[in-house]
């Protein structure tokens, strides 16, 4: 234990406490937006395809209230560090760089379309961890945009909340994202998975319960260096771009599985056939998946977990030996089924497990850890949360 004097371990109060010592004043209130995962439908985004992400109980909380001007100072525990920005900075996409980039390319995004924000003060305190492929950044974007919008009165109907949070990263901040992962975090639903369909950005909530079914994830963060990360998405990219070219569909979700075997006759290169039959074949598993869930057979979708891992180690080639070690040693200690989760080449492993075997299965994981020489992986149990609201 530390002393008298150590923040509070609940993040909303640690929001709320970095709120009074900054400003010495009460926050008007406190917003919160959780991190997600993807549950299954990876690199199919930018094929116009399908994902299955759900929110996790991890959040981000922003205590906020107005400030006469219109002026926005942020502080957040991650950087202990208060920054301060006006109209000039937050109009200009640049201006403010950081991770205060991420709060000014809120209010640049609000202002851009038109809306009064108000100058603001805000606190910010997150369980969600940086960088480990859990979308931090739209948490953090997603709580300044709810703590704006009511603090404003702004006439923003929360289905367009996504898409403003998305040019927020995008065009400010500058990191080319899809528009998954601000849709979870806004969208997300206790108990629910989140169907999204990136051509049309349809959405749907999936029935997700785990808690009744007597099941519950495990999230293996695989502290895995993302190696070349950035490099390797691009040309995942560009063979996927030049492969739909090939083949005259506008993108690889226009080929279904019933076509792919006169698809992949059509190309020449090995390496390209493998990359669009994964395309193709996880898109195919994101819609089984569905159908199991809404036909409220939560285990059995283990297989396309598995089975989703097994095409982007050997067809899309974006696993990395922790990653896979960790899908094996959580199969082998009784999971339904284990993929890795997100862009590729570290983050994230989720397992599907019995919840009263998640403690034996996370220790099984961090063995297989062990054995290998690897730094011990992150362990965390979750069930699909809510997504961004307003607290008290
Ligand atoms: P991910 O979204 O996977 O966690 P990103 O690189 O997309 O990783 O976003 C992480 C960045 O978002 C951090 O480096 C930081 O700039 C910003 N960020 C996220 N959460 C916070 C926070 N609570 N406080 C300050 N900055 C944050
Ligand atoms: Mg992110």
């Known amino acids: 234990m530390t002393g008298a004097a150590a923040a509070p371990r609940d993040v909303a109060a640690r929001a709320t406490a970095g709120f009074r010592q900054r400003y010495g004043a009460e926050p008007a209130g406190r917003w919160a937006a959780p991190g997600r995962v993807n549950l299954i439908g990876e690199h199919t985004d930018y094929n116009d395809g399908f994902v299955l992400p759900f929110a996790l109980p991890l959040r981000t909380v922003v205590a906020a209230a107005v400030r006469p001007d219109t ?6 525990e991650l950087a202990d560090d208060v920054v301060e920005f006006g109209p000039k900075e937050a109009d200009e996409p640049g201006r403010v760089t950081g991770w205060a980039a991420y709060v000014a390319g809120v209010v640049w995004a ?3 379309t038109g809306h009064a924000v108000p100058g ?8 969600v961890p940086v960088g480990s492929g859990l979308s931090s950044s739209a948490a953090i974007e997603s709580a300044v945009l709810a703590a704006l919008v009511e603090l404003g009165g702004l006439d923003l109907p929360a289905a367009r909340w996504p898409r403003l949070a998305q040019r927020a990263e995008n065009e400010y901040v500058g990191a080319p994202t899809g528009i998954m992962d601000q849709s979870a975090v806004i969208r997300g639903r206790a108990g629910h998975a989140l169907f999204l369909d990136c051509r049309t950005e349809e959405v749907e909530q999936i029935p997700f319960d785990l808690d009744s079914a007597g099941l519950a994830m495990l999230v293996i963060d695989s502290r895995a260096p993302h190696r070349h990360a950035d490099g390797e998405y691009a040309s995942r990219r560009k063979s996927c771009e030049e492969a739909a070219r090939s083949l005259g569909v506008p993108a690889l979700r226009d080929v279904r599985v019933t076509g792919l075997d006169a698809a992949l006759g059509r190309l020449s290169n090995d390496e390209t056939r493998r990359r669009v039959r994964h395309v193709v074949t996880e898109d195919q598993r994101v819609l ?3 159908a199991l869930l809404r036909a409220g057979r939560v285990r059995d979708i283990g297989p396309l977990l598995t089975g989703s891992h097994a095409s982007m180690r050997d067809d899309f080639e974006i696993t990395v030996p922790e990653v896979d070690t960790a899908v094996e040693a959580a199969l082998a200690a009784g999971a339904y089924g284990a993929r890795m989760t997100g862009g590729g080449f570290g983050g994230c492993v989720l397992a599907l497990v019995d919840a009263s075997s998640a403690d034996a299965v996370a220790a099984a994981v961090t063995a297989a850890y062990a054995d290998r020489g690897f730094a011990a992986p992150g362990t965390l149990t979750v069930l699909p949360a809510t997504g961004a609201t307003r607290l008290d």
Do not use: Q
Request: aromatic fraction near 16%.
């Open 288 to 290: 089984d998946t569905v």
């Open 110 to 112: 609000l202002r851009a």
């Open 71 to 76: 002026c926005w100072t942020v502080w957040s």
């Open 120 to 127: 603001a003060r805000f606190a910010i305190a997150s369980d």
